[in-house]
């Protein structure tokens, strides 16, 4: 006859690190829903007042401004071909950074920031097509001619911002971060006195609010330009690229 099992011979096992096989499955079946979907409500939700945050491509543009939004309290997830690579930087940063594949950080974020070689532009949109529509993008990137080839020609054709709207179907994009490098923009987040000012310009206006509270959150003051056709001002070539000022003095620069 087996013996009857005790309430102590239980909390004996449990301590001695045994699982009864009487409860182990049903235990363990009801921990893992438990951790499922506290993980899942840790992805679909973001503290009040914050937005959650997709970087794609997460070099020194995307780590630098990521990093800078982890700081002021948004989950950001930081993306690349190759997410194993941005571990490190997820860990640095702390719990409300994390890593995944494009197609997760799509899937993740209220907003996007862009910040790849201009050159991966068109096959990014291409493979997630779907994915942008309806997505505000702050479109941090560049297009340089040694490096891009074809697509930057096209650029100087037609316009940063219209280029980028044309591979980014649906998507609200707003350019914004492209005006100066990493470095900078590390340096003078949160700089005592007046804000550093960073040129934005779009088309969508909600998407230029949101747009202009990341910028701030990141330590700097948001001066739209104008829309997008606006954008190459601020691009490399432009009369606006590198103006390194507070609002007041970017805003005298443009109207000369």
Same mark, same amino acid.
């Given at each position: 006859?087996?013996?009857?099992?005790?309430?102590?011979?239980?909390?004996?096992? %449990? +301590?001695? =690190?045994?699982?009864?096989?009487?409860? *182990?499955?049903?235990? #363990? !079946? &009801?921990?893992? @829903?438990?951790?499922? $979907?506290?993980?899942?409500?840790?992805?679909?939700?973001?503290?009040?007042?914050?937005?959650?945050?997709?970087?794609?491509?997460?070099?020194?543009?995307?780590?630098?401004?990521?990093?800078?939004?982890?700081?002021?309290?948004?989950?950001?997830?930081?993306?690349?071909?190759?997410?194993?690579?941005?571990?490190?930087?997820?860990?640095?940063?702390?719990?409300? %950074? +994390?890593? =995944?594949?494009?197609?997760?950080?799509? *899937?993740?974020?209220? #907003? !996007? &920031?862009?910040? @790849?070689?201009?050159? $991966?532009?068109?096959?990014?949109?291409?493979?997630?097509?779907?994915?942008?529509?309806?997505?505000?993008?702050?479109?941090?990137?560049?297009?340089?001619?040694?490096?891009?080839?074809?697509?930057?020609?096209?650029?100087?054709?037609?316009?940063?911002?219209?280029?980028?709207?044309?591979?980014?179907?649906?998507?609200?994009?707003?350019?914004?971060?492209?005006?100066?490098?990493?470095?900078?923009?590390?340096?003078?987040?949160?700089?005592?006195?007046?804000? &550093?000012?960073?040129?934005?310009?779009?088309?969508?206006?909600?998407?230029?609010?949101?747009?202009?509270?990341?910028?701030?959150?990141?330590?700097?003051?948001?001066?739209?330009?104008?829309?997008?056709?606006?954008?190459?001002?601020?691009?490399?070539?432009?009369?606006?690229?590198?103006?390194?000022?507070?609002?007041?003095?970017?805003?005298?620069?443009?109207?000369?």
């Amino acid at each position: 006859m087996t013996p009857t099992r005790t309430s102590a011979s239980y909390a004996h096992d %449990a +301590q001695d =690190g045994r699982m009864p096989r009487r409860v *182990s499955r049903r235990t #363990v !079946l &009801l921990a893992g @829903v438990a951790l499922a $979907a506290a993980a899942g409500l840790t992805r679909a939700q973001a503290p009040a007042g914050k937005l959650r945050i997709g970087v794609i491509g997460s070099g020194r543009i995307g780590g630098t401004i990521g990093g800078l939004w982890v700081k002021a309290g948004h989950p950001v997830m930081f993306s690349s071909r190759h997410p194993e690579e941005l571990k490190s930087l997820a860990e640095r940063l702390g719990p409300l %950074a +994390q890593t =995944g594949t494009v197609a997760q950080a799509l *899937s993740f974020a209220d #907003v !996007l &920031l862009l910040a @790849v070689p201009y050159s $991966a532009v068109p096959a990014i949109g291409e493979q997630n097509a779907a994915a942008w529509r309806g997505k505000t993008v702050l479109d941090a990137t560049n297009a340089i001619a040694a490096r891009d080839g074809a697509v930057a020609e096209e650029v100087q054709r037609n316009g940063i911002g219209a280029t980028t709207s044309k591979y980014l179907r649906g998507a609200k994009i707003v350019r914004a971060f492209n005006f100066t490098g990493a470095t900078e923009f590390a340096r003078e987040s949160h700089r005592s006195g007046a804000p &550093l000012a960073v040129p934005i310009a779009g088309d969508d206006a909600k998407a230029l609010e949101q747009a202009s509270q990341l910028v701030r959150e990141a330590g700097f003051e948001p001066v739209v330009v104008g829309g997008l056709s606006t954008a190459d001002r601020f691009a490399p070539g432009g009369k606006l690229f590198r103006q390194m000022g507070t609002a007041e003095e970017f805003r005298r620069a443009m109207a000369q």
